[in-house]
C-alpha cells in the first residue's frame, strides 16, 4: 500500500507491506509496519499521485528502505541520527499518518522545529476564515483552545442555545442541521485527504468512500435552506430533541469544572517552561520566536495523545524548563494510558529520560534497549569481538587452505585418494560452513536454524561494521599576541538599562540593574563558562564582554590590544537567514568571499568551509534558505574563524546542532589554544569543554585531559564555571554540577506545590 504527500517544496512517498484484511490495531500508542519504504523528491502540486509516485521513486532521495517501524505503548524512544538522515521527514510521514498501517483514530502530537503548528483542521477553509473573526488570543488561551478545541464547541453551544430559545420553532432544527452540514465538511475534508493519499486497493476504497460521503453533504446543505412547510411536524420534534441531546453533550464537555482542570494543567505547564502569569497574559503575536517555540511545546503536551513526537524540544529552553520537561515527561509513564514517545533532541543528557533508543542510519531503523553511552560501547565492543573472530578465523582459514593444497598435491603425487577425499571435504566446509561460528543470541550457530530457508548453503560472513565517517569541525589555531596580558578584563562593572521616561524632577528615571559588581579575566588558553536561567543577564554580559552592547553603568571592560574576537549570537541563524532571504543568491561560499575581501582566495575559503562540514556543493550552490538551522551555525562559525581568533565567545551555539555535531564541537574546543568564554544551557557541552571531562565516565574522576601529556599549558589553563543569579556573577567550585543540583531542588520544590 501507498501514501503520497505532495507539497510545494517536497513529495513524501510512503509503502509499507499490509495485509488485506481489517485487523485493527488493539493499541493505538502501538505502531508496528513491516516493508517500510520513504522517498522524497522535489514536488510539484499540479503532479497528480501516479505521476508524483514514478516521480518520487526514480528521482528522490530514499530515506527508508524496507524498514520496521516497531513502537511499543508508553515507551520512551529517542530518536537519532545524523543531519540529513532523514529523522524530520520519518516524524512528518508519522505525524501526517502518511504511513499506511497508522490508524487514521490513533491522536498524534507533535511539535516541530519548525514551529509550524498546523493541523488539517487549521487547514481547511473554514476554519481559516472563521479564525480571523476570533479575537486574539492569549498564551494561556491560545494553548487551551489549541489542545482543546474549546471555541468551537462555544460556538456550536451558542448556535443551539440561540436557536432552542428561539420563539421560531424552526430555529432548533435550523441550528441543529448547521451544525451536522459544517461537521460533514469537516469530515470530507479529512476523506478528501485520505483519497488524495492512498492508492491501489486501499485508496478505491478511500475513494469510494469520498464519493459517498459528497452526496451526504451535499444533502446535508439541501436541509439548511428546506422551506418550514416541507417539514413534517414528527421530523421537527425528534430534530429538536436530538438539538437539545446535542447541546448536553457540548455543554458537558466545557462544563466548567473540567475546563478549569484543563486550564490548571496547561499554566502548571507554562509555568515549568518558563512563563510568568504576565507572560501568559501577553497576545501570541507578541512573542518572539523563542516564546512561540515554547507556547507550541506546551499545547503538545496538554493535548491527549496516543503517539507524543518531539522534535528538538530543548531548544530556547534555559535548565529550569529542561530539568523540568524530563520529569514531566517521566512522570508520564505513571499513568494507564501514557502515550509513547518519539524525541529527537542534541542533548545528551536530556535524552537519557529515554527507555529506548530508535536509530536511523542505512536507510533502517535499528532497536536498543537502554541509553545512548550503552549503546556506544555496546557498538564498539562488539566491533572488537567481531574484529577478533575474523582474525582467528582468516588466520584458520589460511591453516586449512594450506592444508588442501598440501593434501592436493600429496594425492596426486602417490594417487592416494583418502588425502584427495580429505581435501575437497575441507574444501566444502570452507565454502558451506564458514562464517559466524556464535549466533545472534551468543549460542553455538546451526545452519539449519540460524538461517532458516531453501537456500541453507553457507553461512553468513564475518562482517565488521565499518565506521561512519565522522564529523568535520577544525578548529584554526589563533595567531601569536606577541606580548601576554589578559585578553578581556572586566572590573567592578555594574549595567542597567537606562529609559526614556522623565521623571517629575525631569531626570532620567533608571531601570533595575541587570548586573552588578561583575569582575571578570580571560587569559590565553582559559575556559570560562556561564550559566544561569533565562533573563538573568548572560546575554548582557556577553555583550559587553564584545563590545556589542552600550558602555557600562560603572567599571570598565578592557581588551588586549592585539586581540581577534569570535562572538557566536543566539541571533545568529536568524540573522543569516534575513539576509538570505534579503539576497536569493547568497551561498555560504558568496558571503564569506564577499566578507574576507580577498584576504583569503577561493580555495582557502572553500577549505574552511570544509573543515566546518560545508564541503562542495553545500557551500557554494545552496541558498542560505535552504541551508539547515545546523549548517547555518557552521556557515556563522566559518564568518568567525577564518579571521583565526584568540578568544571564542559562545552564546547558545549548540542549539540548532545535531548530537554528533555537538560532539565533535566539544572534541574540537576542548583541546583548542585560544580562550573559551561558553554560554550554555547544554551541561554535556560545558562539563567537555570547560571543564575538560572527556565523557560522564570521567564526572568523578576530575579533568581527564588536565596534564595527561605534560604539556606546560594544559596544566596552567584555567578551567572555572560561573552562576549568574541577580546581577551578580558566583564562581561555582563544583561547576556543572553544582548549578545543576540547585536547579534540581528548585523543579522538585516546584512539583510538590
Not at 116 to 140: F, H, M, Y
Request: glycine share 8%; net charge negative.
Amino acid at each position: 500500500m501507498t501514501s503520497i504527500a505532495s507539497e510545494s517544496v517536497s513529495t513524501i512517498l510512503c509503502t509499507s507491506k499490509q495485509t488485506r484484511f481489517d485487523i485493527k490495531t488493539a493499541d493505538l500508542r502501538e505502531l508496528d509496519v513491516d516493508g517500510l519504504h520513504i522517498t522524497v523528491t522535489a514536488g510539484d502540486k499540479k503532479t497528480s499521485g501516479a505521476k508524483a509516485k514514478a516521480k518520487a521513486r526514480s528521482e528522490g532521495v530514499e530515506i527508508l528502505a524496507n524498514a520496521k517501524l516497531r513502537l511499543q505503548a508508553g515507551q520512551r524512544y529517542a530518536l537519532v541520527g545524523r543531519n540529513g538522515s532523514g529523522k524530520s521527514t520519518l516524524l512528518k510521514a508519522i505525524a501526517e499518518k502518511l504511513i499506511p498501517g497508522i490508524p487514521e483514530e490513533t491522536r498524534i502530537s507533535i511539535l516541530q522545529q519548525t514551529n509550524a503548528q498546523i493541523s488539517d483542521t487549521d487547514k481547511s477553509p473554514w476554519n481559516a476564515a472563521s479564525s480571523q473573526d476570533q479575537p486574539e488570543r492569549c498564551v494561556l488561551e491560545e494553548v487551551v483552545e489549541k489542545a482543546t478545541a474549546r471555541s468551537d464547541i462555544e460556538q456550536e453551544i451558542k448556535a443551539l442555545s440561540n436557536g432552542i430559545n428561539d420563539d421560531n420553532p424552526m430555529g432548533a432544527v435550523r441550528a441543529l442541521r448547521s451544525i451536522r452540514h459544517n461537521r460533514n465538511q469537516r469530515r470530507l475534508f479529512q476523506l478528501d485527504k485520505d483519497a488524495r493519499l492512498r492508492s491501489g486497493a486501499r485508496g478505491m476504497a478511500a475513494r469510494k468512500a469520498l464519493t459517498a460521503f459528497e452526496k451526504i453533504t451535499a444533502e446535508s446543505e439541501a436541509l439548511i435552506d428546506q422551506p418550514a412547510e416541507e417539514i413534517s411536524a414528527e421530523t421537527l420534534r425528534d430534530e429538536t430533541n436530538e438539538a437539545i441531546d446535542m447541546l448536553a453533550d457540548l455543554q458537558l464537555q466545557v462544563e466548567p469544572n473540567r475546563m478549569a482542570e484543563v486550564e490548571s494543567k496547561a499554566k502548571r505547564i507554562l509555568v515549568g517552561l518558563g512563563f510568568s502569569e504576565n507572560y501568559m497574559a501577553k497576545p501570541v503575536s507578541s512573542l518572539s520566536g523563542g516564546w512561540r517555540m515554547r507556547t507550541a511545546l506546551a499545547t503538545a503536551l496538554l493535548q491527549e495523545a496516543d503517539i507524543l513526537i518531539l522534535d528538538e524540544p530543548t531548544n530556547f529552553l534555559d535548565l529550569f524548563g529542561i530539568i523540568w520537561l524530563q520529569k514531566y515527561l517521566q512522570s508520564l509513564e505513571d499513568a494507564d494510558d501514557a502515550p509513547t514517545l518519539i524525541l529527537v533532541s542534541h542533548d545528551r543528557d536530556f535524552i537519557t529520560l529515554c527507555t529506548d533508543l530508535l536509530i536511523l542510519k542505512d536507510k533502517q531503523l535499528t532497536y536498543f534497549h537502554g541509553d545512548l553511552p550503552t549503546y556506544e560501547a555496546s557498538q564498539s565492543e562488539r566491533k572488537r569481538w567481531l574484529t577478533k573472530m575474523k582474525e582467528a578465523q582468516d588466520k584458520q582459514k589460511a591453516h586449512i587452505q594450506q592444508s588442501i593444497s598440501n593434501n592436493i598435491k600429496a594425492g596426486k603425487a602417490s594417487d592416494d585418494q583418502n588425502k584427495l577425499r580429505q581435501a575437497k571435504s575441507r574444501q566444502k566446509k570452507l565454502d558451506d560452513r564458514w562464517g559466524l561460528q556464535v549466533s545472534a543470541k551468543g549460542g553455538r550457530f546451526k545452519l539449519n536454524r540460524d538461517l532458516v530457508g531453501y537456500h541453507l548453503t553457507a553461512r553468513d560472513e564475518i562482517a565488521i561494521p565499518q565506521d561512519e565517517r565522522p564529523v568535520s569541525l577544525i578548529v584554526p589555531e589563533p595567531s601569536d599576541l606577541r606580548f601576554p596580558g589578559p585578553l578581556i578584563s572586566v572590573e567592578g562593572v555594574t549595567f542597567r538599562y537606562p529609559t526614556k521616561s522623565k521623571s517629575n524632577t525631569g531626570g532620567t528615571d533608571s531601570s533595575p540593574v541587570v548586573l552588578q559588581d561583575v569582575n571578570l579575566s580571560v587569559h590565553m588558553g582559559d575556559r570560562v563558562g556561564i550559566l544561569g536561567l533565562n533573563g538573568a543577564g548572560k546575554s548582557t554580559l556577553v555583550k559587553l564582554l564584545v563590545g556589542a552592547e552600550a558602555k557600562p553603568s560603572s567599571g570598565t571592560v578592557t581588551m588586549h590590544p592585539r586581540l581577534k574576537l569570535g562572538y557566536y549570537s543566539q541571533q545568529a541563524v536568524e540573522a543569516l537567514q534575513a539576509l538570505g532571504r534579503g539576497d536569493a543568491s547568497l551561498t555560504a561560499l558568496s558571503l564569506l568571499t564577499r566578507e574576507v575581501d580577498g584576504v583569503l582566495d577561493e580555495g582557502e575559503v572553500r577549505g574552511l568551509l570544509g573543515a566546518l562540514g560545508l564541503p562542495g556543493r553545500v557551500a557554494s550552490d545552496v541558498p542560505l534558505t535552504k541551508l539547515s538551522g545546523g549548517q547555518l551555525v557552521r556557515c556563522e562559525l566559518a564568518r568567525l574563524l577564518w579571521r583565526c581568533p584568540h578568544c571564542l565567545v559562545l552564546d547558545e551555539v549548540t542549539t540548532h546542532l545535531d548530537y554528533e555535531t555537538v560532539t565533535a564541537m566539544r572534541e574540537a574546543l576542548s583541546g583548542w589554544e585560544g580562550a573559551v568564554v561558553l554560554v550554555s544551557h547544554d551541561r554535556w557541552f560545558v562539563r567537555g569543554v570547560v571543564e575538560g571531562l572527556v565523557d560522564d565516565a570521567d564526572d568523578e574522576e576530575g579533568h581527564a585531559d588536565d596534564g595527561d601529556d605534560g604539556d606546560d599549558e594544559e596544566s596552567v589553563r584555567r578551567r572555572t564555571v560561573y552562576r549568574l543569579r541577580g546581577g551578580k556573577l558566583t564562581k561555582l567550585e563544583n561547576g556543572t554540577a553544582e548549578f545543576e543540583e540547585s536547579v534540581e531542588k528548585r523543579v522538585a520544590k516546584m512539583l510538590d506545590r
